[in-house]
C-alpha cells in the first residue's frame, strides 16, 4: 500500500491537480467503476469543502454542482474506469480545451489508474466501509451509494 501511495504521489509530484480536482477524480472513477467504500468516504470530503448535493451527485454520474473544466475531468474518470478503450481523440481533446496540458491529463489518467487499483485490492478483499459512515457521510451521499459493499454491521 505505501508503494501504491507513493506512486500516487509521484503522478501529482508537480501538484498538477488541486485537493478539489484529485476528490472529484476520485468520487467519479470509484462511483463508476462501483467501489463504495471510496465513494463514500471522497464524496463525503467533497461535500465537507462544499455541496453534498454536488458531491452526491457526482457519485451518480450527474456533474450539475462542477465547474466545466471539472465537468470534463470528472467525464474522463468515469470513461477510464469503465473503459478505457471506448476513449477517443475527441475525448482527450475535450480535456485540452477545458485547459488540462497534456502533462496533465497524463497525470490525471495516471492518478485515476492508480485509484482503481487501490479499489480493486479493497473491493477482492471484500472490505466493506467502515459503520462509522452511517454517521459521518452526508445523508444524500449514503442515498447515492446503492452499489458495491454495504457499510459493516455495528461493532457488538
Not at 6 to 16: F, K, M
Not at 75 to 88: C, F, I, L, M
Not at 99 to 117: H, M, N, P, W, Y
Amino acid at each position: 500500500m505505501t508503494g501504491l501511495f507513493n506512486l500516487l504521489r509521484q503522478a501529482n509530484s508537480a501538484d498538477s491537480l488541486s485537493l478539489r480536482q484529485r476528490i472529484i477524480l476520485v468520487a467519479a472513477c470509484t462511483s463508476a467503476f462501483g467501489d463504495s467504500y471510496c465513494s463514500l468516504v471522497w464524496a463525503s470530503k467533497l461535500a465537507t469543502a462544499g455541496d453534498a448535493q454536488s458531491a452526491a451527485g457526482i457519485l451518480r454520474g450527474s456533474d450539475d454542482g462542477l465547474n466545466s473544466s471539472e465537468r470534463v475531468m470528472a467525464g474522463w474518470a468515469r470513461k477510464v474506469a469503465r473503459d478505457p478503450n471506448a476513449r477517443s481523440a475527441a475525448d482527450v481533446q475535450a480535456l485540452r480545451d477545458a485547459g488540462f496540458s497534456d502533462a496533465q491529463i497524463f497525470a490525471i489518467t495516471v492518478f485515476v489508474a492508480l485509484r482503481l487499483a487501490f479499489s480493486t485490492v479493497n473491493d477482492a478483499l471484500g472490505l466493506p466501509p467502515d459503520a462509522a459512515l452511517r454517521s459521518t457521510a452526508p445523508a444524500v451521499v449514503l442515498a447515492a451509494v446503492t452499489f458495491g459493499c454495504r457499510i459493516e454491521d455495528e461493532a457488538s
